[in-house]
């Protein structure tokens, strides 16, 4: 029987690496809602005094919890070989939230202090709806093939950390370069310095103070103060803004539902790796410290991070998961994160989105069957909307150009617009309406293929049905919740379930297919 000390205290060489992933990636979302809420013209004693600290203590909660659940593991399973699960802001649904949710509940309420009280409203509903989400989220993993998790996994990580990562390296490419190719000596090589030390930390250590030599980063020790927000004053202020959300559930409640099946989906990530997590346990964790941080006055939703299997394959532990939290909640109680932003340079946090994305991708190919290729890669397909929606409205703000919700229920440009974008080449037609919902359309692509492949065309059918019905509700392909009852999807939803059904019935007769096909 191993004792506490034996697991969350064992330090492993890999935590570092760990610690890199979790603080420096964290730190970046930070500064991104550090960026928008100053942007917008909040003031410091909302965005320091209150929203970073608060995120931070939900985050910190998070990652003790983690580290926890790691020991469990250890525990139960007998060995030492666990790594903890990542945890952190999610990135997905805070860009969702910031320019969802509390960018446009700023613009209509004109008032920071007010807008404020409605984001942590808005965000803690989002928790209570990740933790009803853990009641069927086991459900969810016992009938969704793997391919379909996996590649949306997979999609997530290529499209917006590998390239990110890869684009960020040639941004610099004096300081990334070197530190790229070093980081991939050590972990797609295998090459090791003396005394087992791997290249990998060598770059990430080294980086730092190559990156101070060349000028890159100055420390910057401005803004650094202790606060603590008072739940008992934070309370009040989020029941009042409980009457500013209704508008914007229609927003909140899909992408909390995308951050349950997100976080549904590493943890499967993990089980895959060798780490049996507990789905729903994971799932409760999250919308609790989401719970928690909106109490302390955060308004940004927690989540089961991409990533384990590079954390795995890195060889991290427990003790990173832990360490990081400590870390990052000291960060923000002590408004650091001014300082800490301006020590790591963009290079280093690009090297580990990197590494984490290929390995995700790796994963997926490895562990599905080779027949079910043709699912991973169509269920990572809907992530890349997501990505090219994100780069075109964001090119076209900058020309006063914003994308609204259409009379068709789909977020985008007038139709004008929309055709010049794409009389000039822009990948632009039917993007809207995959990026809605961009997750759940690759499960169910990636679901339907695996049943297709397999020759249950009963099972397909079922699925697209199921796709009807989420597109009737505006769960997929609108811009919010809403009776869709015209909607064209939902029209082609059905048309493929009744397709996939009455061929079914034919299966063996009159349609069929031959024992030894390749699609290869």
Not at 426 to 455: C, E, H, Q, Y
Request: aromatic share 14%; hydrophobic share 50%.
């Amino acid at each position: 029987m191993f004792s506490m000390k034996d697991t969350v205290f064992t330090f492993r060489s890999g935590d570092v690496g760990g610690m890199v992933y979790v603080i420096a990636n964290n730190i970046v979302n930070y500064i991104i809602v550090i960026a928008t809420l100053t942007a917008l013209g909040w003031p410091d004693y909302i965005i320091f005094g209150r929203v970073i600290p608060g995120m931070s203590i939900g985050l910190m909660a998070g990652c003790i919890y983690y580290a926890y659940m790691a020991h469990k593991l250890a525990v139960k399973e007998g060995h030492l070989n666990v790594t903890a699960l990542p945890s952190g802001v999610s990135t997905p649904a805070m860009f969702v939230f910031l320019f969802g949710v509390i960018t446009p509940m700023h613009y209509i309420l004109g008032d920071p202090e007010i807008a404020w009280r409605a984001s942590i409203a808005a965000c803690f509903l989002g928790g209570v709806i990740e933790i009803l989400g853990s009641f069927i989220g086991p459900w969810l993993k016992r009938n969704l093939p793997r391919a379909a998790m996996l590649g949306t996994i997979a999609g997530i990580g290529f499209i917006w950390m590998a390239t990110q990562g890869f684009f960020d390296v040639y941004g610099d490419p004096v300081l990334g370069l070197p530190i790229l190719v070093l980081s991939v000596m050590g972990l797609f090589g295998g090459f090791l310095f003396p005394r087992k030390i791997s290249p990998f930390v060598v770059a990430i250590l080294g980086g730092i103070i190559y990156a101070l030599a060349l000028g890159r980063i100055r420390p910057d020790i401005s803004g650094i103060g202790p606060t603590f927000p008072n739940p008992f004053e934070v309370i009040p202020a989020m029941i009042d803004g409980f009457k500013y959300v209704a508008p914007y559930l229609a927003i909140v409640i899909p992408v909390e539902i995308y951050n349950f099946i997100e976080t549904m989906d590493n943890v499967e990530s993990a089980n895959v790796a060798g780490d049996n997590y507990n789905v729903r346990e994971a799932q409760l964790a999250d919308g609790c410290f989401t719970v928690v941080s909106t109490l302390f006055g955060g308004c940004i939703p927690n989540t089961v991070w991409l990533g384990h299997p590079g954390l795995k394959t890195g060889k991290a532990g427990i003790a990173y998961s832990w360490i990081s939290g400590l870390f990052l909640g000291v960060a923000g109680l002590f408004g650091l994160f001014s300082l800490l932003n301006s020590m790591v340079p963009p290079a280093v946090c690009a090297v580990t989105f990197l590494w984490c994305a290929i390995i995700m991708m790796a994963q997926g190919f490895k562990e599905v069957k080779v027949k079910h290729y043709a699912a991973l890669v169509m269920a990572m397909v809907p992530s890349i909307a997501d990505y090219v929606y994100t780069q075109v409205t964001g090119a076209l703000g900058l020309m006063d150009i914003w994308a609204e919700t259409q009379a068709s229920g789909l977020p985008g440009f007038s139709h004008e617009i929309s055709e010049e974008l794409i009389h000039f080449g822009v990948m632009w037609n039917g993007v809207p309406a995959v990026k809605s919902g961009a997750i759940i359309i690759g499960l169910i692509w990636g679901a339907a293929t695996v049943f297709i492949i397999d020759r249950n065309l009963k099972r397909a059918g079922i699925t697209f049905a199921i796709a009807a019905v989420l597109s009737l509700f505006g769960f997929i392909h609108r811009a919010g919740i809403e009776f869709a009852y015209d909607s064209p999807f939902m029209i082609g939803y059905i048309i493929m379930a009744v397709m996939c059904l009455v061929c079914s019935l034919g299966k063996g007769k009159w349609f069929d297919a031959k024992d030894d096909f390749d699609y290869v």
